[in-house]
């Protein structure tokens, strides 16, 4: 392996390190302690759909993560590491489900005030919120594909291993676009509802609002049957 791919795939392999044990101190400083029950507030919060299924969502990630991890460090061969990255693609659908409800999970959580910031205070670091900790999986999950592909893109061409990469590589791809597709698609819904709200506190506006409602709501719907075409 050159010089510049074994870098690659030590950045990849540090980064998912650094990844899963910021993921473990949260799952057991604050998720874990959530399920003892023993105080309305916690009770309270996880009767929350969004919020369990979140959070359940979240622990999935860290197993699947960590699995990954396990293999890519286990790796001793390319054909090892495709191997790796080809049973680690389908674990991406989880972060689709996850980003599904993380927008209404951090709005449910908005709702326990204080309650929720003495919790976080005498569990978390300083700096570090449960909004700010279930929002960077996102923005880690953005980093695997364009580690992966520039690994695989310096493969030297031909042999068996850059074969298996490769198809690695595609079958990686194809569930990134799913996910990618959910990004944009709930970045979408967070558009419409800022906008709903905007019309409900400014009535005076409200017919400017509604046009412009309607309007987001037809691209909306031009969007998913484009993306459906095939």
Excluded: W
Excluded at 15 to 28: H, N, P, T, W, Y
Excluded at 110 to 134: H, I, M, N, W
Excluded at 174 to 180: E, I, L
Aim: overall charge negative.
């Amino acid at each position: 392996m050159s010089d510049e791919r074994a870098k690659v795939f030590l950045e990849l392999v540090s980064r998912e390190e650094s990844f899963l044990a910021g993921m473990k101190l949260f799952i057991d400083s604050f998720i874990q302690p959530l399920y003892v029950r023993d105080t309305s507030f916690k009770r309270n919060m996880l009767d929350d759909a969004h919020i369990a299924s979140c959070f359940n969502l979240y622990v999935d990630i860290h197993a699947a993560c960590d699995c990954f991890l396990a293999s890519l460090q286990a790796s001793s061969s390319e054909l090892e590491i495709a191997e790796a990255i080809t049973q680690f693609a389908p674990s991406l659908s989880i972060f689709s489900h996850f980003i599904a409800e993380v927008t209404s999970a951090i709005n449910s959580l908005e709702k326990f005030g204080r309650a929720l910031l003495d919790y976080s205070q005498g569990c978390l670091q300083v700096g570090v919120s449960p909004e700010t900790e279930l929002a960077s999986l996102q923005e880690h999950y953005t980093g695997y594909r364009p580690l992966i592909a520039t690994f695989v893109g310096q493969t030297p061409p031909g042999t068996a291993g850059a074969i298996a990469l490769t198809e690695a590589l595609g079958i990686f791809t194809a569930s990134c676009d799913m996910v990618d597709k959910r990004i944009a698609d709930e970045a979408v819904k967070v558009q419409l509802l800022t906008l709903q709200q905007q019309c409900k506190f400014h009535p005076s506006h409200s017919v400017h609002c509604s046009t412009l409602l309607y309007l987001a709501v037809f691209v909306y719907m031009l969007c998913l049957c484009s993306q459906r075409q095939p």
